[in-house]
């Protein structure tokens, strides 16, 4: 009679067999990391040369005014003085308080209006151009036309159609002065802009339509779906990273608007006056500590405006795949 024993691994012995695939497998990573950054150290060189450094300079500059003062014992003296946070207390509460606010909240209604339209615009574009239809190619063209011109001839033509002779006031049958300083420069900003920039957008969902399969359309309309369910249900979920990126380039994009303005209702306007031209107008003038602590109050809005876009929103895209980097490991060894 034969006695036969089952041989099971001890649970100490496990640890131990596991000990050694572990670390490797942590050498690997690490391993992994160190390449990388060794990959994308010369592109964070030339970004800190190219971004950090002028950022950095920008922020010394608005420490410091340029102009004849007095010091401690009443001489005259000239050029630099540092003045610390000087040029930003002006701004706000100073004798500059008044034209950086309008600023600022002309650059903040340009970018909740054409941002806005521009997206309902864009997404519109997006599905004429994803349809199947004869003659689609020129309509495709014919639509990313304006967003291929350049601003400042754009903002030209927009001009000659806002004169108080033009095409717009033709069609509307009134004399809006829309040129002159006022809410309607406010529009004709806003209609030049959008009419500009929509197809950016619409481009961008247009590539994210792309991508989606037709058998889940197919699917939808056997399970009864209409077009406005398929719109909400599959469409928009489905294109969502692809317009959220669009709408966040265009939202960092018109909180730095200069050029059109400029060209197409001119500078030291108030209605129509952005962060920008302010920065500008004081560099102009020789104000150069000024003009960097404007750029510098914009900088530090664009970069609180993007961090709540991207948080509130969930367009961190490379986030989201991080934090779930072994879905699809995971649901492999499941099924084995």
């Known amino acids: 009679?034969?006695?036969?024993?089952?041989?099971?691994?001890?649970?100490?012995?496990?640890?131990a067999a596991d000990a050694p695939r572990g670390r490797r497998a942590k050498g690997d990573v690490q391993g992994t990391r160190r390449l990388a950054a060794l990959l994308l150290s010369p592109t964070l060189l030339v970004l800190a040369l190219v971004i950090g450094y002028p950022v950095l300079a920008g922020f010394r500059e608005s420490l410091y005014a340029r102009g004849e003062?007095?010091?401690?014992?009443?001489?005259?003296?000239e050029g630099d003085r540092f003045v610390g946070l000087g040029n930003y207390t002006a701004i706000f509460q100073g004798d500059r308080a008044e034209a950086f606010w309008n600023a600022f909240g002309n650059t903040t209604f340009f970018t909740v209006t054409t941002v806005v339209l521009e997206t309902v615009i864009g997404v519109a574009m997006a599905l004429i151009m994803h349809q199947m239809f004869r003659g689609r190619s020129v309509v495709r063209a014919s639509i990313l036309v304006p967003w291929a011109i350049p601003?400042?001839?754009?903002?030209?033509?927009?001009r000659w159609i806002f004169q108080a002779d033009g095409a717009a006031n033709a069609l509307l049958r009134e004399q809006i002065l829309w040129t002159a300083d006022g809410f309607p420069a406010k529009m004709a900003v806003v209609v030049a802009?959008?009419?500009?920039?929509?197809?950016?957008?619409?481009?961008?969902?247009?590539?994210?339509?792309?991508?989606?399969?037709?058998?889940?359309?197919?699917?939808?309309?056997?399970?009864?779906?209409?077009?406005?369910?398929?719109?909400?249900?599959?469409?928009?979920?489905?294109v969502k990273p692809a317009l959220l990126v669009a709408v966040l380039f265009r939202m960092l994009d018109v909180l730095r608007m200069f050029d059109l303005p400029a060209v197409l209702i001119g500078v030291n306007q108030k209605s129509v006056e952005t962060l920008t031209?302010?920065?500008?107008?004081?560099?102009?003038?020789?104000?150069y500590g000024s003009a960097a602590a404007y750029a510098t109050v914009l900088f530090l809005y664009i970069a609180l405006i993007a961090y709540l876009f991207v948080k509130l929103l969930g367009a961190d895209i490379i986030g989201e795949a991080r934090r779930h980097p072994g879905r699809g490991g995971r649901r492999k060894k499941v099924a084995a």
């Open 1 to 15: 009679m034969t006695a036969t024993h089952d041989e099971k691994p001890s649970a100490a012995g496990a640890p």
């Open 193 to 238: 802009e959008v009419w500009k920039t929509s197809p950016f957008i619409g481009l961008l969902v247009l590539a994210g339509l792309q991508m989606i399969p037709r058998d889940v359309y197919e699917a939808a309309r056997v399970d009864g779906a209409g077009a406005v369910q398929q719109f909400w249900r599959i469409t928009l979920p489905l």
């Open 277 to 287: 031209m302010i920065a500008w107008f004081e560099a102009s003038n020789l104000r």
């Open 69 to 77: 003062g007095l010091d401690a014992q009443g001489f005259v003296v």
């Open 151 to 158: 601003t400042a001839i754009s903002g030209l033509l927009w």
